[in-house]
């Protein structure tokens, strides 16, 4: 549980503001309050598509406004100091002589992949739902490739770092060993990928905590939040849709105030489409940054994460997806009442599944032909691949 009540700090300013309002006249308060009203109005009728101009101009003015004072924060910060503009130095000066030159390759590499990772993991999840699923454009994509080239070359001597950035190719055997290959043995194989992509799903639930943090601090009100908390009845201004929408949100705000640390971890451990909301919450509430944080990473980049790789191994992999369907097989009934099939369902599952699987390995093998032959292929497999899958 954490506190919900406002902050010492926060109550101060308030009562110190009301105090210097006491003491102006009421034709003065009542100037203020009208003022307030106005630029209240004005903020509501801020958007997009009413003034594109005037809204992207404060937009932009805002966003180098954080990036600036966020620049500064950070060439201060004691990490950027001693570890990171340290290791630049260190880089710019190594990097030219060619001196411990595989050294510093495998840093470059490192580096890369840790970027690549956590950035497709930040545009997943920032944007208050308007992010990239790059999950299942990128990480589960990785993941099937990491299952079939354990299948083709036998063994795990391969470096899934060659599959980021502009690679469109499928992973290489560099040795012929065959060796018995396990399900946890490739699942510890994606973890590293799928830890780093779930860090940067967290790291994309900061913005939404960080601005309804700031908004809170400041003393400013948060309607959505107050009618969800029953502060104002609006219950049947929505239906019965929005209605079940706003006592769903209701029951997730009331168990993060119950459970505080536990609860953000708890629904940070799944798939979870309202997570942005968790965010707005806690901000609201001012819910210490590590707390929100800790409870975010450790739901994400570990559970879930990990939770997902294991999921998609086992449905790439062929002995346990073989098992799978088997399972399926089992559990879905043999047919279906006034239809004709062919086949059963669980069968017709496991040819499509089997089929697609066989699609992505003949376009990843025709893209690896393509790059070979001329790179300025690529391209144009990737287009018709999409045009193929429509």
């Not at 640390?261 to 968790?278: E, H, Q, R, S, Y």
Request: hydrophobic share 50%.
């Amino acid at each position: 549980m954490f506190n919900a009540v406002p902050s010492e700090t926060n109550m101060r300013k308030q009562d110190s503001l009301q105090q210097l309002l006491n003491t102006l006249s009421s034709e003065d308060q009542r100037h203020i309050e009208q003022l307030g009203a106005e630029l209240t109005l004005q903020r509501r009728q801020l958007l997009l598509f009413r003034h594109p101009l005037t809204t992207l101009w404060y937009f932009g003015a805002c966003a180098t406004s954080s990036a600036w004072r966020g620049m500064q924060w950070s060439l201060h910060h004691p990490v950027m100091l001693w570890c990171i503009i340290p290791l630049i130095a260190a880089y710019a000066a190594v990097k030219p002589s060619g001196i411990a030159e595989p050294l510093v390759s495998e840093a470059e590499a490192w580096v890369q992949y840790v970027v690549w990772w956590v950035g497709l993991g930040v545009l997943s999840s920032v944007g208050l739902g308007a992010g990239m699923h790059s999950g299942l454009l990128f990480l589960f994509p990785h993941m099937l490739k990491v299952c079939l080239a354990a299948e083709k070359c036998g063994n795990l001597d391969f470096d899934v770092r060659n599959d980021m950035w502009n690679s469109s190719e499928g992973l290489y055997c560099n040795t012929p060993l065959q060796k018995a290959i396990t399900f946890w043995d490739i699942l510890r194989k994606v973890s590293s990928s799928a830890m780093l992509w779930g860090a940067g799903t967290a790291l994309g639930e900061v913005p939404p905590y960080a601005f309804s943090y700031h908004a809170a601090k400041a003393g400013k009100q948060n309607e959505d939040l107050e009618k969800m908390f029953g502060m104002r009845s609006a219950q049947g201004q929505h239906g019965f849709v929005g209605g079940l929408v706003m006592r769903m949100q209701n029951w997730m705000l009331q168990f993060i105030k119950r459970h505080g640390f536990v609860g953000i971890l708890v629904l940070a451990a799944w798939p979870n489409a309202a997570f942005d909301l968790c965010g707005i919450c806690c901000g609201h509430f001012l819910m210490p940054f590590w707390d929100f944080f800790g409870a975010t990473f450790i739901g994400k980049a570990i559970l879930k994460a990990n939770g997902q790789a294991a999921f998609f191994v086992a449905l790439f992999r062929k002995d346990t997806r073989d098992m799978i369907m088997q399972w399926v097989q089992w559990a879905l009934p043999t047919s279906i009442p006034f239809l004709t099939l062919h086949q059963t369902p669980a069968q017709f599952l496991q040819l499509f599944v089997d089929n697609r699987i066989q699609s992505f390995q003949a376009g990843v093998d025709r893209r690896a032909a393509a790059r070979q032959a001329d790179p300025r292929y690529v391209n144009f497999m990737h287009v018709a691949d999409a045009v193929g899958a429509t």
